[in-house]
């Protein structure tokens, strides 16, 4: 009897919180090897279980928004649940003061309106693709 009241008072908060939007935003900096430049790598990855995000802005917040914004990367960018997409800004487009600070200066702004801050990105492999297509207009 107990357990008919609380059954569905708990499947309402679990499909609450099941189905929220989850996001990670990570910042790394490593070499674009198609241009020779470093830069700083700024990935979005849906975590969310069963729910699409859509990313309209991304930028680095230093003082000014340096925005992050390339031919191969347009945005909007809509992620299915698991996927992850990149994008980038030269390292000598940041002020010098903000390179140690750099990986929480990471924004996202996401077509409900939430921006996301950025967190460093410590495990990153030493070489790789950068997920979200090829890198063509350079």
């Known amino acids: ?3 008919d009241i609380i059954k569905p ?3 309402k908060v679990w499909s609450a919180f099941g189905a929220r939007r989850r996001v ?4 790394h900096r490593a070499f674009l090897v198609s241009k020779s430049k470093e830069c700083f790598f700024l990935n979005l990855s849906n975590l969310s279980r069963d729910r699409d995000i859509e990313i309209t802005h991304v930028w680095l917040e230093c003082g000014e928004q340096i925005p992050a914004l390339h031919p191969d990367r347009l945005l909007p960018r809509r992620l ?3 996927e992850s997409w990149e994008t980038w800004v030269e390292m000598e ?3 010098s ?3 140690n600070t750099v990986y929480t200066r990471g924004r996202a702004r996401l077509s409900s309106g939430r921006v996301i801050k950025s967190i460093e990105n ?3 492999p030493a070489s790789g ?4 297509g090829s890198i063509c207009s350079f």
């Open 9 to 11: 008072i708990l499947e």
């Open 129 to 132: 693709a950068v997920p979200g």
């Open 122 to 124: 410590k495990n990153v």
């Open 93 to 95: 487009s940041v002020p």
């Open 1 to 3: 009897m107990v357990l």
């Open 97 to 99: 003061r903000y390179h």
């Open 80 to 82: 299915k649940p698991d």
């Open 24 to 27: 990670r935003f990570t910042v």
